[in-house]
C-alpha cells in the first residue's frame, strides 16, 4: 500500500500567523491520465471530514482562498495563509491514485 | 444541496453481522460512484469500499474483503454495507462518501459501529 506520511503531526500557531502541512507519499502519485491524485481534508472536531484540496490544488467550492495546496509527484504541501480560530481542527492528506485509497496519519492545528 | 445520511451502526457482539445504509439526495445518484469509509477512535480515515454507478463494479480493502459487501439500490437513492463476522477492531465511525473514490467529494455525517461482548 502507499504510505502517506504527514508532518508536524501536531501545530500550534497563533491566530494571524500562516501554516503549513507537508504530505509525502511513498510512491508518485502522478497517474497515467495525466493527473495527481493528492486531497486535502479537513475535520473540525465532532464533525466528519470535509474535502478541501483535490488534485493537489484545485479548492473546492466554499473553501476559503486562505487554504492552497502546491506539490508534485511525492512532496506535497497544505498552506493557510493566516490562520482563524475556524480552521482548528485534523487535517489528513489522502491519495487516490493507487488501490487501496490510503491516508495520512493527520495533523492537528490548534491555537497557541 | 448534497446530503448522505447514514444509518443502522449500533452495538453488536464479535462474530456478528450488521448492515449499514446511506441515504442520498440532492444530486443524481445513479450517475455517482458511492463509498463507504471508516474511522476508528482517535485514527485517521479508512477507505473500505467503492461501488460504481451501475453497481457493476465493486471495490474492497483487503481488511474487509471477503467480510463486507458493497450494495447499492438507485431506485431508492441508497448505498448499503453488509457486514459479517465483525471483529473488535471494526469499531469505528462509518461514513458513506460520494464521488470517484480517488477524490471522495462529499461526506455523510456517519454511524457508529461498536463490536463488543
Known amino acids: 500500500d502507499v504510505v502517506m506520511t504527514q508532518s508536524p503531526l501536531s501545530l500550534p500557531v497563533t491566530l494571524g500567523q500562516p501554516a503549513s502541512i507537508s504530505c509525502k507519499s511513498s510512491?508518485?502519485?502522478?497517474?497515467?491520465?495525466?493527473?495527481?491524485?493528492l486531497n486535502w481534508f479537513q475535520q473540525r472536531p465532532g464533525q466528519s471530514p470535509r474535502r478541501l484540496i483535490y488534485?493537489?490544488?484545485n479548492r473546492d467550492s466554499g473553501v476559503p482562498d486562505r487554504f492552497s495546496g502546491s506539490g508534485s509527484g511525492t512532496d506535497f504541501t497544505l498552506k493557510i495563509s493566516r490562520v482563524e480560530a475556524e480552521d482548528v481542527g485534523v487535517y489528513y492528506c489522502?491519495?487516490?491514485?493507487?488501490?487501496?485509497?490510503?491516508f495520512g496519519q493527520g495533523t492537528r492545528v490548534e491555537i497557541k | 444541496e448534497v446530503q448522505l445520511l447514514e444509518s443502522g451502526g449500533g452495538l453488536i457482539q464479535p462474530g456478528g453481522s450488521l448492515r449499514l445504509s446511506c441515504a442520498a439526495s440532492?444530486?443524481?445518484?445513479?450517475?455517482?460512484?458511492m463509498n463507504w469509509v471508516r474511522q476508528a477512535p482517535g485514527m485517521g480515515p479508512e477507505w473500505l469500499s467503492s461501488?460504481?454507478?451501475?453497481?457493476?463494479?465493486?471495490y474492497y480493502a483487503d481488511s474487509v474483503r471477503g467480510r463486507f459487501t458493497i450494495s447499492r439500490d438507485n431506485a431508492k437513492n441508497s448505498v448499503y454495507l453488509e457486514m459479517n463476522s465483525l471483529r473488535a477492531e471494526d469499531t469505528a465511525v462509518y461514513y458513506c462518501?460520494?464521488?470517484?473514490?480517488?477524490?471522495?467529494?462529499?461526506w455523510g455525517q456517519g454511524t457508529l459501529v461498536t463490536v463488543s461482548s
Open positions: 462518501a460520494r464521488g470517484p473514490s480517488a477524490l471522495l467529494e462529499d
Open positions: 489522502m491519495q487516490g491514485t493507487y488501490w487501496p485509497r490510503t
Open positions: 510512491q508518485s502519485l502522478l497517474y497515467s491520465d495525466g493527473d495527481t491524485y
Open positions: 461501488i460504481s454507478n451501475t453497481g457493476s463494479k465493486m
Open positions: 488534485k493537489v490544488s
Open positions: 440532492g444530486f443524481t445518484f445513479s450517475i455517482y460512484t
